[in-house]
């Protein structure tokens, strides 16, 4: 009797969290047999995953910050490598987290295992030498955006545009009343959603810088009511901590996660750069874009980048569509005026609604599901 289809994956944030899990119950579909082993947050064990390390342990972000926890980190990847080669899945999927889980794909495909690499790392933008790396490390590239497939044909790595998960979840036409009533926020009322980040650094740097943005912005815009989702119980601390500090004057509602409610809820979007853009995007909601590292991370990865943008919105249009204020230019002054634009501005708002309704529908396919046929086809497994 053959065992059952092993498949070992390894997230290291809250959005490889969303994206595996999808991914997995999708697997689960074909073959309810399934074994999940490896790294991953609450919805991964939620699809059955048996997680070997808290994925909080591999959660930062940052040339200078990583430096500080290599040893820990190549601790974490050496572990896991070994455990891996042991159970002997017949597929590895990587999610995101490029810098830890390439070098884990190459040890593993080296020693036998299959490699998937689910999200394209940011090739296309900065140290395009990676691509051979890539190539050298993967079975299959998984991308989320059209374009990340055409640099990997042109570059003979074989590869599936399998587009987003949060397109085809995310509704074309968000109910704002249903969310104001589910999160317990009046129905009149101007509403600011803060997202400062879900590892502890981005909320350590943006949390107070988005607070004070929302503070003068409230001097022009009159009563705003500022929703904060918290990714994690970690980051509820620290945003209560930054909220005592800085919110003096607003109307802070706070929650245990609910990004998606807090977004929908919301006029406008303050947020720091990452896969939150993207859903602000889906569900229509004008945006400002912030970020902020370390001065040497910032300088070394703008020496190396090759796009002007960060924000996906903008990637995907090629434009200064959505406002980004990054590093020294990410002031509360200039956050506050971009936000009373995106929040008064009727015509600016109008155009936004009708190009993100046009990119909802080119990056809804059925992204879970197309995943999981090119995953299985790698392991060479056909659906039951």
Partial sequence: MSRPLRVAVLAGEASGDILGAGLMRALRARHPDIEFGGIGGERMIAQGLDSRVSMERLSVMGLTEVVGRLRELFRIRAAYREWCIHWQPDVFI????????????????????KAVHYVSPSVWAWRQGRIKKIRRSVDHMLTLLPFEAD?????????????????????????????????????????????PGSRGSEVGRLAPLF????????????????????????????????????????????????????????????????????????????????????????????????TRWVSLPNILTQSDWVPERLQDDATPERLATDLVKILTDADYRDQFEQRSSFLHRQLARGADEQAAEAVLAVAGFSPE
């Fill in 151 to 195: 640099f990997y044909r042109e570059h003979q790595v074989p590869v599936t545009f399998v587009g987003h998960t949060l397109a085809d979840q995310l509704p074309m036409e968000p109910d704002r009343s249903a969310a104001r009533q589910r999160l317990g926020v009046t129905e009149q009322g101007l509403c600011l959603a803060v997202l």
């Fill in 94 to 113: 990587g999610i995101d987290a490029p810098d830890f889980n390439l070098g884990l794909e190459r040890q593993l495909r080296d020693a036998g295992i």
């Fill in 211 to 306: 607070l004070q943005a929302a503070t003068l912005a409230q001097k022009s815009l009159g009563p705003l009511t500022v929703l904060i989702p918290a990714a994690n119980e970690f980051r509820r601390e620290q945003i209560e901590a930054a909220v005592r500090q800085h919110g003096n004057g607003l109307h802070i509602q706070l929650y245990a996660g609910q990004s998606t409610d807090v977004m929908i809820a919301s006029d406008g979007v303050l947020l720091a750069s990452g896969t939150a853009a993207l859903e602000a995007m889906l569900l229509k909601r004008p945006m400002v874009v912030s970020y902020r590292l370390t001065a040497l991370t910032f300088r070394i990865m703008r020496a190396m980048a090759t």
